[in-house]
RNA sequence: GGACGCGUAGCUCAGCUGGUUAGAGCGCUGCUUUCACACAGCAGAGGUCCGGGGUUCGAGUCCCUGCGCGUCCACCA
């Protein structure tokens, strides 16, 4: 349309060399984007489904269906688009509700005009086809008119009254107008009592009769548009006195899916394919754990869906597509055949003429995971190997146009599902939660954000904000706002990079394996611990991949996984929060110092960061690759195990985990050291001596560490066995104490402050007893002691003996101050 | 009309089978340009977990109900 042509004025054979140039062009620039983003597939392998042996595929399975009586040629009401001229598969036929009115009509008998029945109907325009008033058998209302003859206004056609247990007694008028060239619904009942089937629309949904039902149109609406038919219509029925009333009526109203303009039910020949013994299987499937559809509320949308499927129309009256192998003969009049082959003469003789229309795009799409392997060819090495796949990764909105199809075919054609898992994601939209789409305008060309950001960010943005099931919300006028965050994790990745070659640069450093356990400090042993922790939370994260030996999901697994966000989430925490912020830091006077020490640092930090990176790659692996490959002393080769991180191992857990807890000592000291300083308002640079009164559960530790708290606050740590009364306390989660002497901080306080000070501590005082008067009325409930989980009821406990030690320290403090 | 989902910090969201003082990112406040990183570091502020009932020793988490959003399905003309 844009270049001012359209396929009438090109002609079929034109517009089709036209549409697969576009196609062509088109699916090239998706190829490009999906390749920018880092979409790692065999792209020798793409396929579309208009080459030759995938539409020697839709062929076969049309023909095989056909032969089979799934396939069969019905002549019925369907939905029809006057835009598209062609018809509509229910699911392409989409309800949008709509504020209309519903019209009510009075119908006069033929032989007493005194009497007559009103009709309400939201489709004036279409009384002109109508061939019946329908009451229900029951109604005692109309009970004495049913077989009179009523007088259609506008056109006097005479219709009769009938009974049908369609109509509704309670609804409008309790008579319906019954119209079965123009309505699914009026079809049926027509057929039940034999009634002719007046067409009085034409393909363009203008009023024009087909046949003798022209006579049913007057001369003056001839030719007008349906709408413009309605208005006039009702016009004349008021004029005429028989429209009753008009009361306005919120309904759905069914609409094309490619232009949005309203469906028109039309009489039609079509194909359809018979759904319920396809159904079948793909219903067992889920029901039975074959597949699981995630998240799992989909699985009875599914099953609602199948349960009431109904026949799929798959002819469409356009030129683009695969053309219904079907041939007729005009001449003999010979049942129409459908071949795989192209037929051009019948046996009597005469020339075949091939069916017009094509079949529905996603009759081609449901059979993609089969065809794209070399189905029909069933010793295909492709099919054998590669059928069925493992997960279907889509969105919601084609779960029944594509998914469930696609499920049905795999069972009908290979007797197995296409996939064991349908994930089904969530979808982009801007901070209004609207879809992005061209006309609003608010959509975000992915190669902009790769430009500015980087494949990398958009790739984490996408997939840490992935919920479940859950929207990703964008904002397109500030993609800052959106992508900055993944870019600033990116960034911090690189730096740790840059340390590390600062720090360990192309020196071989020891695989892990090689250094002994005993010369691994308790950092070493945290943070070897809190990677663990980190496998395992994004392999809880990401579920199990497969289903068990049994082939099917058990209840449990079902629900398990494909949590995107909490797999990336995990990785984050551990590169950000533990690996930089606290090993990272803890770990640069070991590497400075140099020597045995040093090297089993690096030999941790390499081990770490290695380990991280291949955690990560999957969702950023551009970065992850490039820090990779920067960085040879990420173990030896023998330790690295792969020439690209992209296909090295996943990582494992190692056997057997060190203790590495004690570390929570200097991790709670030093931000209770950084806390005082804050609190008065120390200089950064000031050097503050601190004493360290370690529980007796730190004890043993504590002497290692006081030279790696000091260094990460500025202080010179020392260790008393009891406290001080005149300095600010702090007590530590596990029971130790910071001590640093006022003498220190004093000077940084007017009296004021001091008072202020004392203030707020009080004011903490009461805010942590009252915490504990609850935790302590809890702990002497029996209710609770002897009910609730040992661990949760010992935690409690614990609780309680460091709020009190908290109450004590600082009151100490306060008098102190 | 039927079914389902959501409503937690200013914003976007996590919070598993009910159990420590409810979390993250962004934003906000204060301090800091310390030799990986200011796209940063450190310390903070900020929440009646939509309202109302109920179950329980204990509820953001379970049940009922009201309100407000959203999705899917649907032949009431």
Redesign the pocket.
Known sequence: AAEGSSRQALGREAFVARTAQFVETTGGEILNQLKSIGASADWTRTANTHTEQMSAAVTEAFVRQFEDGLVYRGHRVIHWCPRCMTSLS??EA??N?TQGALYHIRYRLADDPSRSITV????PETLLGDVAVAVNPTDERYADLLGKLLVLPINGVRIQVIADD????????????ITPAH???DFEVGMRHNLATPVIMDAEARMNGAGDAIDRVPPELRGVDRFEARERIVNMLRDTGALVKVEPHA??VRHCYRCDTVVEPRLSDQWFVKMAPLAKPALEAVRTGRIRIMPE?WE??YI??LE?IRDWNISRQLWWGHRVPVYYCDACGAAPKASRTTLTTCDCGAPLRQDEDVLDTWFSSWLWPISTLGWPNESSADLKAFYPGDVLVTA??IL?FWVSRMIMSGFHFMGDAPYHTVYLHGTVRD?Q?RKMSKSLGNGIDPLDVVKLYGADSLRWTMIA?M?LG??V?LDPTDLE?SF??G??FL??LW??G??LL?KVGSDPVQPLSAIAPSALTIADRWILDRLDAAIADANAALGPVRPGASGRWTDAERTQGMRL??YADAGRRFV?NEL??WY??SV?PRLSAGGDDADVARAVLVHAFDNALRLLQPVIPFITETLWAKLPALGDASHRGAEFLCTSAWPEARPSSANGDAFELVRNAT?AI??VR??YKLK?GKFIEVTLVPSPADAAAAPSLVETIGALTRASVSLLPAGDAQAAHQVLPGGSEIVIALTQLRDELSADDAAKEAARLRAEIDATQK?LD??RA?LA?E??TS???PE?VE??R??AR??AQ?VDALTRKVEAL
Request: cysteine-free.
């Open positions: 229910d699911e989409e309800f509700d309400a109907t939201t489709r369609y109509t509704d007694a309670e609804f409008g008028t309790g008579a319906v107008k309505d699914p619904n309904h759905a509320r009875a949308v609602n869906w009431g919601p909105e029944f901070m939660h904000g919920g859950v929207d919300l706002k900055a965050p870019r600033n960034t911090k730096n740790i840059r340390f600062t966000d909490a950000w930089a912020d990272l830091e640069k931000l950084r806390q804050n609190e950064p915490i609850g935790v809890k409930n209710s609770f009910r609730a989980k949760v935690g409690a614990a609780q460091d709020l908290k």
